[in-house]
């Protein structure tokens, strides 16, 4: 299963945002097949997540494990004034 979290950053903060789910994964211990990907085109500061992942049941698990970090709450904190909007897209991998 492929998790997307797709996040549209304000305006000229895409790299700050980059840099901010960066240290997150360091913080919380980096996810197996994850990766951080940043607009080449399309619509400007976009910034996407990507974690593969065994099952619906393993996500609900990491999400939970980093949810309750304890400095889940600050850096949440600091992402929230870098971003406009988001999504979440779960895909099959066939």
Known sequence: ML???VFQAKY???NELVTLFKEGYRTWGEQINTRILS???GSFFTVITEMEIENFSAWEKSLSDILSHPDFGDWFA???PLVVSGSR???NIE
């Open 3 to 5: 998790v997307r979290d």
């Open 12 to 14: 000229g903060k895409g």
């Open 39 to 41: 607009d080449a085109s």
């Open 78 to 80: 600091r992402m929230e």
């Open 89 to 91: 897209e779960f895909y």
